[in-house]
């Protein structure tokens, strides 16, 4: 049971990784985290809200909407400065440094989302994501990129809050953006 006193809702806001010598910005990242334990940072997760859509839509159309949508969100992790973690196979996960970049990752692809759908057997294809701020272990393991603790628990807990084309974000990462913005 989830105390509500710990989460604020904000709703619908209206690259080619890159290299650092021989490793690609997120395995560098996970390098130093892994050394450090424990580091403090914004984790974003978004899930795509209807997989019955997805499925009901045939494999083919199912893995192109599903890349489509992990294009656009690497795209925009990159663009705000975050570390992409890896695919969850109907989602994602990523990690900021500062909750600002996250939450204009997610409101840059609700918005990519409305302003140009992904078609799924004519339906359009829905975005659920959680933003939390907290400690993050990060990992390098034989499958890749990884993070885990309490903090990247509650962030999916919010995901599953946020109803489709929303962004629920917990109080915890709303008093880390600029005053002005929360």
Excluded at 16 to 28: K, N, S, Y
Excluded at 37 to 62: E, H, V, W, Y
Excluded at 79 to 98: H, Y
Excluded at 128 to 149: E, K, P
Aim: charged content about 20%; aromatic content about 6%.
């Amino acid at each position: 049971i989830l105390d509500s006193g710990l989460f604020a809702r904000i709703w619908v806001y209206e690259h080619p990784q890159r290299i650092l010598g021989v490793l690609t910005r997120d395995q560098a990242t996970a390098k130093t985290w892994s050394a450090q334990k424990a580091k403090q940072a914004t984790i974003l997760l978004a899930d795509i809200a209807s997989p019955s859509t997805t499925k009901g839509a045939g494999n083919l159309f199912a893995e192109h909407a599903a890349n489509e949508f992990l294009d656009r969100m690497k795209q925009s992790n990159d663009r705000n400065l975050g570390t992409f973690v890896k695919s969850t196979g109907d989602g994602a996960i990523a990690v900021f440094s500062d909750a600002q970049n996250a939450l204009d990752c997610a409101a840059e692809l609700q918005r990519s989302l409305s302003e140009r759908p992904i078609l799924v057997g004519g339906m359009p294809l829905e975005v659920r994501i959680g933003i939390h701020a907290g400690l993050v272990n990060m990992t390098q393991s034989s499958y890749g990129l990884d993070v885990f603790g309490s903090d990247v628990n509650l962030a999916a807990r919010l995901t599953d809050l946020a109803k489709p084309g929303q962004v629920a974000l917990s109080e915890t990462a709303r008093l880390a953006l600029p005053e002005d913005r929360r």
